[in-house]
């Protein structure tokens, strides 16, 4: 295996491992926004939505 394949898997399962804790607060903040629900999580969730669009763009 070359070093930019080793390189590559150990950077995408980072990715995975980053994807699954975004996941996970993404789901607490949707609890927390049931619980308070101001416009502070909107702000928060349309930020995110704009940031994936970037990243979905670039890929």
């Known amino acids: ?18 994807l699954k804790e975004l996941k996970k607060k993404l789901d607490q903040h949707k609890r927390d926004f049931k619980e308070n629900p101001n416009w502070s999580f909107v702000r928060d969730i349309e930020y995110i939505n704009r940031q994936l669009k970037l990243i979905t763009e670039f890929v």
């Open 1 to 18: 295996m070359s070093q930019a394949e080793k390189r590559y898997k150990e950077l995408f399962q980072e990715l995975q491992s980053s």
